[in-house]
């Protein structure tokens, strides 16, 4: 009997360590299973969090490329030509290809320059040309004043420095300018800009300046002498240009009233011959003034300009004198369709007693077919020393 009770003792005490080592066995392997769960959660959170810090990493080199470029900027313009005049054979030429590359340094310096193609291909015995119509740092000294330096346009006229297709009318640019200022004419130097009330402005530059002379050779290709040329032919465009003489340029703006530009331009230059073989010494001046008056819808532009020129050899041929005017008036039906009429004169010879002036009437239209693509056609009659009539036609765009 006692033997049969304490073996049941033991049994029951067994079975219930038994049941205790079990209980404990399961307890431990949930906390275990809690344990892998908590881990696989931390080894996630981590996976995500790399993930995350790669994806900044990302962005700040990302950030860190556009960043070297933000404050560059390309632009430009180019303009296809149509030209048929009953004197000369018909002709189609992409006469500009231009890109503008601009960087801020900072908010008060700044570059802007000018890369151009004319006539679509350039090299030995073609047409074309490559140029480098402006390359200078603009530096803001304070509010009011600015100064540049490098190779720039001179501030005379109205397209010399504004001129891509969508901003004037016409597909060629007017005689006037191109024969008299003579428009695009950029030189290098020093130029300031000053701004002392609301809508006045005051510019002046010294700059490298024109060479109004030719070498001439006998048929044997040996030099021989040197003349007097034209204005328009005396642009060196900086390139190796000899600075013997340099060019002095002045000019006043008015814009404050609304719609209404006037401004004046003088320049003078020591002497258009660089000293160059035995020419007389020929100091020149320049005067222009223009005007651009717009109400609503409909625009007027006029603009005179003016050659004074000492030296033998420029009177001998009468360009001692050069005179040049035109008016042009224009009216825009709406954002789409512009017309324009516009009356000209020009002389690069005006000092002769002979009848040299030549004489253009042109009418014509503008269709935009977004503010910065144009359309353009437009008749012109030629009259005075040159007797020809024809029509153009030109495609435009700016960006």
Do not use: C
């Amino acid at each position: 009997m006692n033997k049969t009770l304490i073996a049941s003792a033991l049994i029951g005490l067994f079975a219930s360590n038994a049941a205790f080592a079990n209980q404990e066995t399961d307890e431990l392997r949930k906390v275990i299973a809690d344990q892998q769960k908590v881990l696989e959660s931390l080894e996630r959170r981590l996976d995500e969090t790399d993930q995350k810090l790669n994806a900044t990493a990302d962005q700040i080199e990302v950030g860190a490329e556009q960043s070297a470029f933000s404050n560059t900027s390309i632009g430009g313009y180019g303009e296809l030509h149509y030209n048929n005049y009953e004197d000369k054979d018909a002709e189609v030429d992409f006469h500009r290809f231009v890109l503008f590359f601009g960087h801020e340094f900072s908010d008060s310096v700044r570059f802007f320059s000018e890369f151009e193609l004319e006539h679509s291909i350039a090299g030995e015995g073609k047409p074309g040309e490559v140029e480098l119509e402006q390359a200078y740092v603009e530096v803001d000294i304070n509010e009011g004043v600015s100064s540049k330096v490098g190779l720039f346009l001179i501030p005379v006229g109205i397209i010399n420095e504004t001129h891509e297709p969508p901003t004037f009318y016409g597909v060629e640019r007017n005689g006037v300018e191109k024969n008299i200022i003579p428009a695009t004419w950029w030189e290098a130097g020093v130029a300031f800009n000053y701004k002392p009330a609301g809508g006045v402005s005051i510019d002046g530059a010294v700059t490298s300046g024109l060479n109004s002379t030719k070498k001439n050779f006998d048929s044997n290709g040996d030099f021989t002498h040197y003349s007097f040329t034209g204005i328009r032919k005396g642009r060196q465009k900086v390139a190796k240009a000899t600075a013997e003489n340099l060019a002095y340029t002045g000019r006043v703006k008015y814009t404050a009233i609304t719609g209404l530009e006037l401004a004046a331009t003088l320049q003078y230059q020591t002497d258009l011959t660089q000293g160059l073989g035995e020419l007389d010494t020929a100091s020149a001046t320049l005067f222009e003034t223009h005007a651009i008056y717009q109400v609503q819808d409909f625009t007027v532009r006029a603009l005179y300009a003016r050659w004074d020129i000492d030296g033998d050899e420029a009177k001998a041929s009468g360009s001692d004198e050069q005179t040049g005017w035109y008016v042009e008036p224009s009216y825009k039906f709406n954002e789409k369709v512009g017309v324009f009429a516009r009356y000209s004169e020009y002389d690069n010879n005006a000092g002769n007693s002979a009848s040299t002036a030549v004489e253009s009437t042109s009418v014509g239209v503008n269709y935009y077919i977004h503010e910065n693509v144009v359309l353009k056609a437009d008749y012109e009659n030629l009259g005075g020393a040159s007797d020809s009539s024809g029509f153009n036609l030109g495609f435009g765009y700016q960006f």
